[in-house]
């Protein structure tokens, strides 16, 4: 059994493209300030 058919559709899509931009070797400065930015929208949308 394929653990990905425990989580819904939306987490899935979710998973995929946040790993992928880890694997392209970005610079680590914008993925600081995408971090911080998502956090401040979760923080605010809270």
Do not use: D
Request: aromatic share 14%.
């Amino acid at each position: 059994m394929s653990i990905t058919k425990n989580f819904p559709f939306e987490w899935l899509v979710g998973i995929r493209y946040t790993r992928a931009g880890r694997r392209s070797g970005r610079n680590s400065f914008i993925s600081f300030i995408s971090l911080i930015s998502m956090a401040g929208i979760a923080l605010g949308v809270a």
